[in-house]
């Protein structure tokens, strides 16, 4: 883990948060023995966000195929 003192992390702080992406976590000390840990936020993705697929279907042949399937009884 690197570490940075106060004054170096709040000039360089672009590079540091940087640092805190690749590596997953930095510290940053004061003077006074204060520490302080720096982790980037892990994105949350929807569950329904999936890649889509290309089919090479025409809007009226889904359209189509909707339609069709909306007929069907299924009792």
Not at 5 to 17: D, G, Q, Y
Not at 37 to 59: A, C, M, Q
């Amino acid at each position: 883990m690197k570490q940075y003192n106060f004054t170096e992390a709040r000039k360089n702080f672009a590079s540091v948060l940087e640092t805190a992406k690749q590596e997953g976590i930095i510290c940053i000390y004061k003077r006074n023995g204060e520490a302080y840990y720096l982790t980037p936020v892990k994105t949350k993705k929807s569950p329904l966000d999936v890649e889509g697929i290309d089919l090479r279907l025409s809007n009226s042949q889904i359209i189509s195929i909707l339609s069709e399937s909306r007929e069907r009884t299924y009792f």
